[in-house]
């Protein structure tokens, strides 16, 4: 069974920093696409950033040159490094294992102006 546990968020200044992680276990990690999704209040989920395996990004136009996805294939973790947040990146980010489709709880973020 898939899991992901997702840490870091928490309350910030605009303009300021975090640092999202996620820990997976159950499966093959490196065969997996993985992904960093967002949810406001009231609005639906949406996709923030992807990688592959090969290591290949994706990000929504929102956060591009502003957040940075990796991930390390041995601790079998994927993160997100967000810089220059604004109060619109405020929300629970979820980590995704998109082949499987298996979602973590959820961490929030919330960045004040």
């Known amino acids: 069974q898939v899991q992901l546990v997702e840490s870091g968020g928490g309350l910030v200044q605009a303009g300021g920093s975090l640092r999202l992680s996620c820990a997976v276990s159950g499966v093959i990690f490196s065969i997996y696409t993985m992904g960093w999704y967002r949810q406001a209040p009231g609005t639906e989920r949406e996709m923030v950033a992807t990688?592959?395996?090969?290591?290949?990004?994706n990000y929504a136009d929102a956060v591009k040159g502003r957040f940075t996805i990796s991930r390390d294939n041995r601790e079998k973790t994927v993160s997100l490094q967000m810089n220059s947040l604004r109060p619109e990146d405020t929300g629970v980010y979820y980590c995704?294992?998109?082949?499987?489709?298996?979602w973590g709880q959820g961490t929030q973020v919330t960045v004040s102006s």
């Open positions: 990688i592959t395996y090969h290591g290949d990004t």
């Open positions: 995704r294992a998109i082949q499987v489709n298996s």
